[in-house]
């Protein structure tokens, strides 16, 4: 009796477990992979967007953590899975860097956009009580002591690393780039009086400048934070130069067009949604929508950049 | 401090409320299902868990997270004793004397005693967070990159040979943990090292590859090459007195914990890998300490109570930098500085004060969670040590299914898998060759940050050595490590002209 | 079995001149600006030396036996073994292909068949129980991804 109990449940489970059939998009969750590890900031900024997103997809968003390479084994997953929008990938900034950085099997041409995100203006960071009061007295030091102050970066090569080679081209100074392994670790040098500044893009930093342990003394934006109205742009101060990270959502070549509209609308209503935004002004990330072409001519436009940039870094 | 223990009295009330017991029972369940298997260790679990708390007030959510965070500790060090196969990096250590403790009937002490030792060692932790974190955090500040080398420096070198034989051998495997720590990308000038153009190295390899492999992997395939009739055997089954560790066992293991709930506090306030060298420091100081060393290896208590509360309080530790800095030393507590934001709370110097009570309703909840996870697991210790019962043709392939499993959890990858396949390969031969894993997995452990922060330092100095000298700490690491080295040489001269001359 | 500890030996100190020759074909450096090959080519001559050192003390210790060794001299069947480890690899190949389940149960009903568990019926009774239940314990409750496969699972 109880054997055929058991054979029954067990022919039952089968038919749980057997495939359903394609119906309208999306019929089963979504997935964001991430090319960095979790608590980045990329991380915290599609996670809070995957949350509030699920509802207005009808299915649920789930974000996918695939780190390794400097960020190149996500991107390659998604670039070479099937484009059908089950799969997405959180384009950023690095996606037009590292092509022309390392070989990679991908180039910002392999996917198609969806939706952009945030986009973050980069900054410089001193500790409150540096000598440097202002950007002029902190260029000037730099002037007449060529390699001399250190600036931390969260990775060689990495976006705010590039930021801030592109900077000293800029403003004709020369740094001491020195690496770690990520934003924390940046900060917390800068903390601990170890190198004299560094080169970050919000939420990095943010809290410590809110507590006044650290100051900005270079901000590369094109408006001022509204969180703190009284540190001006470089622009302002003669030097044009603004360069920032964005952050959005990408989907493989060929992901048909009616998925990706449907994918854009959702995630749109997702960002408009008041918890979101929430989110965002306490993470002092600057939502900055943009639709798929403008993405996209977003993309190019930096990846040729990039790789002018580059190519002058490797000489 | 008379202010921080009202505080601290609130936070308890906050935590004593039904819901957040509630929450907190819920995530240690949780979390102890995570850490029993292998790979998915705290962060995969509590990234996968933070949607399900968006509902939650902040309070709420972040001590369900954290429930997690040390059932995962618990569950990790079950499989290492019960099949040696490390539940996540800092159990590593836990495999040697645990896993032997279970191979003579000895699994139930064993998982008892790291029930009891993370608690010992939890309440002391909480008393360390109240009274002495603001302080202490700052301190944590002065660590950089010269310090850093130097500190990696002596940890490597006290460590290396932690479980005490041959120091060559232990020193050579450290080496070559080293070398394979240096696959992927250079950190400092991010070219691609010894990765044969294979996207997959770019990263490195896995750590939890390497561990389960050498560990996991490895016992299993040395137990297959043994005769077959040991294959029908299940392991000793110990009486049912024998299921809870005697008196003996906890005289001897007080001592052990004590010192590893200090040692790992310590510890845990630094930057990185703090568990995971908590854990080997504490072994090595109880190798030391004990008056039978050679028992260590073999199935020594200590062994396990020692390094396991070490564990306990590294990880609360590990919190203060988080709290009161803002700024996450580890993986694990890099997520919940996500959690803590997308929650709309956001850890740094304002933080205490900004939110008291989430900030004393957390560290009240740790110590609950702390309670709740030895009531919790107690009870089960029965239940897994019967595990050990199964015949061996079951068990291994079931061990064999699990760690697959849990490897290609930890980062969706079959490539990690085949990681793990050779080092398992790799595990085997090194028992045949009579080499110790522990030096390896702690060198790959450090040896990246090792290589980074020399690097570092050198830059900031501008290729001036002096740097390593000129800072106090600094100087003080390398010294012990000079002093360390020297030592047992200038014993061993001091011994052999005594017998000459007498 | 001095003859393993010499083959350890040797293998260790041709895994470190791998590792040397290889570094030298990336940017030294100097101190002020180590190169990426640097700390491996540093690492790959020290692995040398000791493996050096670590020989020569074996010869001039002679026939002492340093070590005493728990590992069980009595060899059960390498067949066994190379079976063994030759599923393993056979499944991980195809992980992705079948799907976590299917290749949770095969692997079960392949592993528990070389071990020695003729009965068939207990065989697939294990691996049947342990394939259904790991999946529903991690895809189903826990949430966790696992590769589909192509019955889409």
């Known amino acids: 009796m109880l054997k055929r109990i058991f054979a029954i449940s067990l022919i039952l489970s089968c038919f749980i477990v057997m495939p359903t059939h394609a119906a309208d998009f999306p019929t089963k969750e979504v997935q964001i992979i991430i090319p960095y590890s979790a608590g980045g900031a990329t991380d915290l900024i599609f996670r809070a967007l995957a949350a509030t997103t699920g509802k207005y997809l009808g299915k649920a968003v789930v974000v996918v953590n695939r780190p390794g390479g400097g960020g190149t084994v996500g991107v390659t997953e998604v670039a070479q899975a099937k484009p059908d929008g089950y799969t997405l990938l959180s384009a950023i900034t690095p996606l037009t860097i590292l092509p022309h950085r390392v070989t990679t099997a991908f180039t910002y041409k392999s996917f198609d956009p969806v939706i952009n995100v945030v986009k973050d203006p980069g900054m410089f960071l001193v500790k409150s009580d540096s000598p440097w009061k202002s950007l002029k007295e902190f260029l000037d030091y730099a002037k007449k002591n060529p390699g001399m102050i250190t600036v931390g970066n969260s990775g060689a090569g990495g976006g705010v690393h590039l930021i801030a080679l592109a900077f000293e081209t800029t403003a004709g100074v020369k740094f001491n780039h020195i690496p770690f392994a990520g934003g924390g670790p940046s900060v917390t040098a800068l903390l601990g009086g170890h190198i004299n500044a560094v080169s970050v893009s919000p939420p990095e930093g943010i809290e410590h400048v809110k507590a006044e342990k650290l100051r900005i003394i270079a901000l590369f934006a094109e408006k001022r934070f509204e969180l703190f109205p009284d540190v001006p742009t470089v622009k302002e101060q003669g030097i044009d130069f603004v360069m920032g990270q964005w952050r959005g959502l990408a989907a493989p070549k060929g992901t048909p067009p009616d998925a990706i509209k449907k994918l854009h609308d959702a995630f749109k209503k997702g960002m408009d949604d008041p918890v979101f935004i929430k989110n965002a002004k306490d993470m002092v990330v600057n939502l900055s929508y943009l639709g798929p072409e403008d993405f996209g001519k977003l993309m190019a436009h930096d990846d040729e950049f990039y790789s002018k940039l580059v190519k002058e870094m490797k000489k | 401090m008379f202010e921080s223990l009202q505080q601290l009295a609130t936070g308890f009330t906050i935590a004593s409320t039904v819901q957040n017991l509630l929450y907190c029972l819920i995530g240690c369940i949780v979390g102890t299902l995570i850490g029993v298997l292998p790979g998915l260790g705290p962060i995969a679990g509590i990234a996968l868990l933070i949607p399900a708390t968006f509902s939650l007030n902040p309070t709420s959510a972040i001590i369900m997270l954290a429930g997690i965070y040390y059932g995962a500790m618990y569950g990790g060090s079950t499989t290492s004793i019960l099949l040696n196969v490390p539940g996540e990096t800092a159990s590593v250590i836990t495999c040697i004397d645990g896993y032997q403790m279970a191979q003579k009937g000895r699994a139930g002490p064993a998982l008892a005693i790291v029930a009891i030792g993370s608690f010992i060692a939890g309440t002391i932790g909480i008393f360390g967070l109240v009274f002495l974190a603001p302080p202490l955090a700052e301190a944590a500040l002065a660590f950089g990159p010269p310090e850093y080398f130097s500190l990696m420096v002596f940890g490597f070198v006290v460590l290396s040979n932690v479980t005490g034989k041959s120091f060559l051998k232990s020193l050579m495997m450290a080496i070559v943990g080293l070398i394979i720590g240096t696959i992927g990308l250079d950190p400092v000038t991010g070219d691609a090292r010894f990765t044969f153009g294979s996207i997959y190295l770019l990263g490195g390899i896995e750590f939890v590859a390497v561990a389960i492999g050498v560990f996991g992997i490895g016992e299993v395939l040395v137990n297959i090459n043994q005769p077959s009739e040991l294959l029908d055997q299940g392991v000793l089954m110990p009486r049912l007195r024998e299921l809870y560790p005697s008196f003996q066992d906890l005289k001897k293991s007080i001592g052990a914990i004590l010192r590893g709930a200090v040692s790992g506090f310590g510890i845990g306030l630094i930057p990185g890998p703090a568990p995971v060298i908590a854990t080997y420091t504490s072994y090595m100081i109880e190798r030391r300490v004990s008056k039978h060393p050679e028992e260590f290896g073999k199935g020594a208590i200590e062994g396990v109570a020692g390094p396991e509360s070490a564990n306990n309080s590294a990880c609360q530790a590990a919190f203060i930098p988080l709290f009161v800095l803002g700024i996450p030393f580890g993986p694990v507590t890099a997520i919940f500085l996500g959690a803590l934001l997308i929650h709309g709370v956001s850890p740094g110097p304002l933080m205490i004060s900004q939110h008291p009570g989430l900030f004393w309703g957390v560290i009240a909840s740790m110590y609950i969670g702390n309670f709740i996870l030895l009531i919790l697991n107690l009870p089960l210790v029965p239940l897994f040590a019967n595990i050990l019962r199964i015949p061996k043709r079951i068990l291994l392939p079931l061990v064999i299914l699990f760690c697959m499993t849990g490897m290609y959890t930890v980062n969706n990858s079959v490539f990690d898998i085949w990681m793990m396949l050779l080092f398992g390969a790799m595990g085997f031969l090194m028992r045949k060759w009579a080499y110790e894993g522990a030096p390896l997995l702690l060198a790959l452990v450090l040896g990246p940050k090792l290589e980074v922060a020399f690097r570092q330092s050198l830059m900031i100095s501008h290729g001036n050595f002096e740097v390593f000298i000129s800072r106090p700490i600094s100087i003080i690491f390398l010294l012990a490590t000079v002093i360390f080295l020297v030592f047992p040489a200038v014993r061993l001269i001091f011994k052999k002209s005594k017998k000459g001359g007498g | ?153």
């Open chain 3, 1 to 153: 079995m001095n003859r393993d500890e010499i083959i350890g030996g040797i293998a260790i100190f041709l895994f470190g001149m791998a590792t040397a020759l290889l570094s030298l074909g990336m940017p030294i450096g100097t101190f002020r600006m180590a190169g990426t090959g640097f700390f491996p080519l540093c690492l790959g001559i020290l692995l040398m030396v000791l493996s050096v050192l670590f020989l020569s003390k074996l010869f001039f210790q002679g026939k002492k036996v340093s070590v005493k060794r728990e590992f069980v001299e009595r060899h059960g069947s390498i067949k066994q073994l190379t079976f063994f480890f030759g599923t393993m690899v056979l499944v991980t190949l195809f992980f992705n292909r079948l799907g976590y389940p299917l290749t949770s149960l095969l692997l079960m009903v392949a592993l528990l068949r070389i071990l020695g568990i003729k009965r068939w019926g207990l065989n697939i009774l294990i691996s049947v129980v342990t394939a259904v239940g790991s999946y529903f314990l991690f895809v189903k409750w826990l949430d966790i991804p696992m590769p589909k496969g192509w019955i889409g699972l």
